[in-house]
C-alpha cells in the first residue's frame, strides 16, 4: 500500500526547500536562456530546482516515474503507476523579470487519478495543497468548499492575447465575456491563477496552450474543492498532451461554456 502521508511529508518538506534555494538566488547571476521562442525562458534555477526534486524522488521512490519540463526526469507517455508531474518553476517570466508571482507545482498521479497537488507561491511562502478526498488547504488552514459563479460577479483570469486577433482561438469569442464580467487579471503564472480560483480569489481562468506540468497539481486542488477543469471546449484534460484550460468555480463553467463558448464544441 502506498504511504500518502509520508509522500505528503516528504513534499512539503522538500518544496519548502527548494523555495527557499530560489529566494537566496535573488541575490545571484541568473544566466536566462530562450527555449521555443523567445519570450519562453528558462533559467539556471529552473533546471536546478528540477534536479534538486528529481534526485531526492529518485533516492525516496525509485519505482516512481517523473515527467518534469524541463526534461531531466522520465520519458513519460503513459499514466500507469505512480507519475510526479513537475513545473520547477510556472512563471519563469515573473521569476525573472518581476521576481515575484511565480510557483513550484507538482502533481502526483497514481494509474491516471490524481492523488496530491501541490502550488508553492515561493514569495509569498504560500502553499495550495490537496490529497484527494481528504480536503484542500493553504498552508496549515482548510480551504472552503467553491459555491457557484455567476458571471455578473465574477473576475476571470485571461492574458490579453487571447482578445486580439491569434492563432489559437477566435478572439471575437472572448469580447462578449470580458464585457460582461466584472473583471478581469492577469498573473502569468497559470498555477498562481489555479491556486487563486481554488482560494476563490478569482472566479475563472482561461488560457489557451498550457502543458500538462502548467495544470496537473491546479487540477487535483481545483477538483477538490468543487471545482471544474476542463480544456476550453468543455472535454476532459488529458495529462500527457498540451491544451486549452478552461478552470472556474462550479456553475459559472457551465454558464460560461454554454453562454460564450459553445462554438468551440
Ligand atoms: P512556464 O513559466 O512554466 O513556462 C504564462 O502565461 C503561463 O503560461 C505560465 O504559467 C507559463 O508557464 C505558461 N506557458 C506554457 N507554455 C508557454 C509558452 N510556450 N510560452 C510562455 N508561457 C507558457
Ligand atoms: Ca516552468
Request: proline share 4%; aromatic share 10%.
Amino acid at each position: 500500500m502506498t504511504n500518502w502521508t509520508e509522500i505528503h511529508e516528504h513534499v512539503q518538506h522538500w518544496i519548502r526547500e527548494a523555495g527557499q534555494r530560489i529566494k537566496q538566488s535573488f541575490s545571484t547571476t541568473l544566466h536566462v536562456q530562450s527555449k521555443s521562442n523567445r519570450n519562453d525562458l528558462v533559467t539556471n534555477i529552473d533546471r536546478e530546482t528540477e534536479q534538486y526534486f528529481i534526485q531526492r524522488i529518485r533516492d525516496t521512490y525509485p519505482t516512481h516515474t517523473i515527467l518534469g519540463e524541463e526534461g531531466f526526469g522520465d520519458d513519460v507517455n503513459s499514466l500507469d503507476g505512480i507519475v510526479w508531474i513537475i513545473d520547477p518553476i510556472d512563471g519563469t517570466m515573473n521569476f525573472v523579470h518581476q521576481q515575484r508571482n511565480f510557483a513550484i507545482s507538482i502533481g502526483i498521479y497514481e494509474d491516471g487519478k490524481g492523488k496530491l497537488g501541490y502550488i508553492y507561491d515561493v514569495v509569498h511562502e504560500e502553499l495550495y495543497w490537496a490529497q484527494s478526498g481528504k480536503g484542500a488547504f493553504l498552508n496549515d488552514q482548510p480551504l472552503p468548499p467553491l459555491e457557484e459563479g455567476h458571471v455578473e460577479d465574477a473576475v476571470i483570469a485571461l492574458n490579453a492575447t487571447w482578445v486580439k486577433p491569434n492563432k489559437r482561438i477566435d478572439h471575437q469569442l472572448l469580447i462578449p465575456l470580458v464585457q460582461d464580467v466584472r473583471g478581469t487579471r492577469s498573473y502569468g503564472s497559470a498555477a498562481i491563477e489555479m491556486a487563486y480560483v481554488a482560494a476563490g480569489r478569482l472566479d475563472a481562468y482561461i488560457t489557451m496552450r498550457l502543458s500538462p506540468w502548467d495544470f496537473a497539481a491546479g487540477k487535483i486542488i481545483v477538483e477538490e474543492l468543487g471545482g471544474k477543469m476542463t480544456k476550453l471546449n468543455g472535454e476532459p484534460l488529458n495529462l500527457l498532451e498540451k491544451s486549452s484550460v478552461f478552470v472556474s468555480k462550479p456553475g459559472l463553467h457551465e454558464k460560461i461554456l454554454t453562454k460564450y463558448l459553445h462554438a468551440l464544441k
